[in-house]
């Protein structure tokens, strides 16, 4: 299969790259450049591929709130011109998007029949997407997910990566604990598990929307605990005081767990849990420094 992915450089970007190229597909990244040089481009882009993926988004869900324009430009505009293209020259598409959509209504974890109240501009925006991509083609995928981990330590935004770098410089000045959110919930979900389960969801040509996230969820607290545990440090992750530097303009719902109903009703393998495959993780980031 031949499949041209927005996104290529973003962690989730990397782990399909990877696990798709080893499973014996062609993977065509997409820059951002090409995103934006019109529809005659996309179309072009479309029509050399058997699949897209649309993984490419503006994830500064702060900044989103201080300018929508920008927020619904990157990953509304931008996302309906993507489903345009493939809708023309036929191809099928697939839209990654995001558990926070769902919003904050409720406190157990959100299945696909569960409405979505997206609680922000970046997850409004997202949902927004979502809709035009379905609309554009009954064919076409969108896949929730989590609280991404994975990929190599120089990504800016990887999380694991940089609660590590934390709790370094925690233990040189001395510290035994580190603070964490205690409030927000969610699933922590190994790029590599979502990557191989959107591979999956494409060789039985899935359609219409799916939460993709590992077994299990937890809190920021209880994730950061997990982290220091898998890396055998030495710090106890406790409650942030206050705003603990959590404060945020994005009113960010404080549940956004789910469960992969659909595609645990469908016979679907449950994903992994999240613990273990954080502890895969972590530990093979520690090998290779």
Known sequence: MRIALTGASGIFGEALSARASAAGHTIVPVPREQLIEGRGRLRAVAADADVVIHAAANTNVEACELDPAVCYRDNLLLSELVAEACHLEGRKLVFISSTGVYGPRQDLPYAEYDAAEPPTHHHRAKHLAEQSVLAFSRRNLVLRTGWLFGGSTIKPKNFVARRLEEATAALQAGRTEMAANPLQRGNPSFTDDVADRLLQALD??????????????????????????????????VPATGDGGFKRVARVSPNESALNWRFDAQGYAPMPDWKTSLTRYVVALRAHG
Request: cysteine-free.
């Open 204 to 237: 039985r040509d899935e359609s219409g929307t799916f939460n993709a996230v590992n077994t299990g969820h937890a809190s920021r607290l209880e994730y950061v605990q997990a982290i220091l545990d898998a890396a055998g440090l030495a710090l106890r992750a």
